[in-house]
């Protein structure tokens, strides 16, 4: 019987990430384009851009450069970002997601409102849109990424609370999270929870778990250093133990599909559509 494969349409780039890659596309064609970090966690993406004229830098290079063409990924970028840019006369192709740029407005605005209100963050620290969250409020804001963190959060009690959430963390997590805080909030403070998860990221996951379910075999396409590919993978997995996270054609095994009859090819936010496409080809091969 021959070996059926679908790619989930639900898969691939979100809207920032491929407004992020546009932008870089219609600049290099114009010349030389700097990105501060790399544009998606996708190595083979940010290869192919890379060959396109695409150079990839860190803070530091980039505090070095001068007069110089640098696109802010999707991601976003705390102010001192964009004051470095001011100094040293650097142009600044911001292809911050909008969702993410109106969440760091949001924190930015009360942060600095009279209250000031602690501002706590459920995300992945060190992760950059978190950076750029929590530079909203002058390096202030405490980053948790479970309840377990949040258990020993530095907070006092006492005071006014604010819980945001990265964009592409799960709700399940951030809801945990603040039915945590509410209980803890000694009045006459207060306590308030913004819910500001990305949905057309955490609406992925039940689609996912649904394509998993109908397919034999999950092939899973992300980069290493996705951690919303991560959590859609564990997703898949938890839905079809017959599933195995690849960030190439080349590390997809034979074995995988044997007795198989059907196979799903999905991906994370950050996985291109011709990537998928290439292990489809990779597997009919075998």
Known sequence: MDLKIEIDEGSGFCFGVTTAIGKAEEELRRGQLYCL????HNNAEVERLHHLGLETIDHATFAQLRGAKVL???????????ETARRSHIEIIDATCPVVLQLQRRIKRIYSSAARPQIVIYGKRGHAEVLGLVGQTEGQAI??????????APLNYRRDICL??????????????????ESRIEQPATFQAFDTVCRQV???????????ARHDVVVFVCGKKSSNGHALYEACRR?????????????????????????GICGATSTPKWLMENCREAILRM
């Open 72 to 82: 802010l990924r999707a991601h976003g970028e705390p102010p001192k970002t964009y």
């Open 37 to 40: 970090g790399d544009i998606v």
């Open 239 to 263: 839905i079809n133990p017959r599933s195995y996270m690849v960030d190439a054609p080349s590390a997809i095994e034979p074995e995988w599909f044997d007795g198989a009859q059907s196979v």
């Open 202 to 212: 955490a609406n992925r996951q039940p689609n996912i778990e649904r394509f998993a």
């Open 164 to 181: 945001f959430s990265q964009t592409t963390k799960s709700l399940d997590g951030f809801r945990e999270l603040a039915i945590y805080f």
């Open 143 to 152: 980053v948790v990424e479970n309840i377990d963190e949040a258990r020993t």
